[in-house]
């Protein structure tokens, strides 16, 4: 890690040739300092520049904050960190299946906390203490949560990580933010990332800034040991994340301009997505979502036995229409996850067009 924590005036410790910039390989402007760029190896931590907005934006120390690969590569390093063979983890759901993948391949026992659609997603704080054990070492939760797009309280994530320091005090609760600011105008609720040493937030650019191709997450760890674990768990994994989505992605975190016409746009595509459902009640329903391009949708189980849910997803495949069934979350079949933030509004509107005229002929026989 020393190699790549900082430089030396005259390194003869590396293995490399000499570093391109940016400028020697692109037409970038000689006024725009991006073209100076050393397309280097990074350090294991993230950029300064990037980490220091990260900072300012959680309100906690640059040194708390690791840049990963993505919110995927944030959620595996955190299992691998803190979970062994036979430890037990608790996972809500439904859920990312990746984070219930990261769990799987650290080795631990999977404990699960059922959220469910005609409940509104909302999680009990009485079910979840029922699912610690004094073996557990990882709970994840995500705030809004994927794929409801439903939030949890700071309050209620607060009474979560007192329920663990009581039952399982060595325990990380992570909390994946990825949506936290994917909101349809109102203000960003705060981070978690500051909540307890026991409370591990992560996030990345690749949801609300619409900059997935980047590649750019960050856990934020105040706990100064599991913090070191992590940092190691990066370098041993992939040494450093590219300088240059680091670079980009400080741009895309550091412009406003970029995130008002994202969430305008959530703005705009949510009310279509609202009053589509609206349009097609009682075969349909949803849980309005409190952040995020996406929502969970319900097909009317008087309306579409499972041959007729079936129906439904085939039709939409031969129309060239995908959406995401429940199943893939872990939740019933009569669900299904529309993302309503990623098509322009007039392709979203043609799309629901086509989810309409399916609906109709998908209905039980």
């Known amino acids: 890690m020393a190699l790549t924590a900082g430089h030396a005036q005259h390194d003869l410790a590396e293995s490399l040739a000499p570093a391109l910039t940016l400028r020697q390989i692109l037409a970038v402007s000689d006024a725009d300092p991006i073209g100076d760029l050393e397309l280097d190896y990074g350090t294991p931590a993230g950029g300064t520049e990037l980490r220091e907005i990260l900072a300012e934006q959680h309100g906690v120390s640059p040194d708390s904050i690791i840049v990963t690969a993505g919110g995927m590569h944030a959620i595996f390093l955190v299992a691998m960190m803190t979970c062994g063979p036979g430890d037990r983890a608790l996972l809500t759901v439904p859920a990312f299946p990746v984070a219930e993948a990261a769990l799987d391949a650290a080795g631990a026992v999977v404990d699960y906390v059922g959220q469910s659609f005609a409940e509104g997603y909302v999680l009990r704080l009485e ?33 979560l990580s007192e329920a663990m320091l009581e039952i399982c005090p060595t325990a990380v609760l992570l909390v994946d933010e990825t949506y936290r600011t994917a909101t349809y105008g109102t203000p960003s609720p705060a981070s978690v990332a500051t ?81 589509w459902v609206g349009e097609h009640r009682p075969l349909i329903d949803w849980i309005p979502p409190d952040g995020g391009g996406l929502c969970c949708i319900r097909l009317d189980p008087t309306a579409f036995d499972l041959r007729a849910v079936e129906r439904f ?53």
């Open 127 to 159: 079910e979840f203490q029922a699912k610690l054990t004094s073996r557990t070492r990882l709970v994840y939760i995500a705030t809004p949560q994927n794929p409801s797009g439903v939030s949890i309280s700071q309050g209620l994530v607060a009474a």
């Open 195 to 275: 909540l307890a040493p026991n409370v591990v937030a992560t996030s990345s650019v690749s949801k609300l800034h619409g900059a997935a191709g980047l590649r750019i997450g960050w856990v934020i760890a105040q706990e100064p040991r599991l913090r070191d674990q992590l940092l190691h768990g990066k370098y041993t994994t992939i040494l450093s994340c590219s300088p240059l989505d680091e670079a980009l992605a400080s741009r895309v975190l550091a412009s406003d301009a970029v995130r008002a016409r994202q969430v305008e746009h959530l703005r705009v595509t949510r009310k279509i997505t609202e009053g």
């Open 313 to 365: 997803h085939v039709l939409l495949s031969e129309l060239g229409c995908r959406v995401a069934p429940g199943p893939w979350f872990g939740d019933e079949a009569h669900v299904f996850r529309l993302g309503f933030g990623y098509l322009s509004p007039n392709d979203l509107t043609a799309a629901l067009t086509t989810v309409s005229a399916v609906l109709n002929k998908s209905v039980s026989q």
